[in-house]
């Protein structure tokens, strides 16, 4: 079982993720982490996330243990993240960690931006979790705040815009909902409904 979920920041594919992941029996990749990962390896040794040279070699010793670090969700390295995501040397290096990850039993939840696209093209489900930039924004501006945090609403809104035209943008494996996912727009939506909502498509898909 493969179940892929593609959308953009702050619409809720880590929470369906990891909520179907736990109501299946099955393994969660979330694929955000490895870029994350790999832009993290980079800004704590002082190089530049947009050097594709760089990137590739940090992508290819990627440090797993960074996947556990605290500042992985911070802003900075969220959009350092979608930098490195746009060169091509990077992607191709963490691409074949996701394929072998997806074909461990019992199955996987897989999330990300190229999912059903470019990574799992063959998975019979997919799913495109999106939301408006207004709802996103507000959830991640919460999310900070709940944690501590400064943040200013429209600064995060204007990140999540410029990281959503990057993602979206890019020339290799663009984030798009495939044309064979099912859209699940979470704007009014509360976990249990999405949760819900997916659980019915994986139910008329398999
Ligand atoms: O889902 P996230 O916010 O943790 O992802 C961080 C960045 O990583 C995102 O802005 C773009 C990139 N990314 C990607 O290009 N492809 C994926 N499958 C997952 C993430």
Request: charged residues 30%; proline residues 6%; glycine residues 8%.
């Amino acid at each position: 079982m493969i179940i892929a979920i593609d959308g953009p920041a702050g619409a809720g594919k880590g929470t369906l993720a990891r909520a179907l992941a736990d109501r299946l029996g099955l393994r969660h990749l979330d694929t955000g982490g490895l870029y994350r990962a790999t832009a993290l390896q980079i800004l704590r040794a002082g190089g530049d996330p947009a050097d594709p040279e760089v990137a590739e070699r940090a992508a290819r010793s990627l440090d797993e243990s960074l996947l556990d670090a605290p500042d992985l969700r911070r802003p900075e390295v969220g959009t350092a993240a979608s930098v490195v995501a746009a060169i091509p040397g990077v992607r191709q290096a963490l691409l074949d960690f996701q394929r072998d990850f997806a074909r461990t039993p019992p199955g996987v939840v897989v999330d990300g931006r190229d999912i059903g696209t470019v990574v799992l093209p063959e998975a019979p489900v997919k799913l495109y979790v999106t939301a408006s930039a207004a709802e996103r924004a507000r959830r991640r501006h919460e999310e900070l705040l709940a944690r501590g945090e400064t943040s200013i609403y429209e600064r995060v809104r204007a990140e999540i815009e410029a990281r959503d035209a990057r993602d979206a943008g890019r020339a290799v494996a663009p984030m798009r909902q495939a044309d064979d996912a099912v859209e699940i727009d979470t704007t009014d939506l509360a976990p249990e409904q999405v949760l819900a909502r997916a659980l019915a498509v994986i139910d008329a898909r398999t």
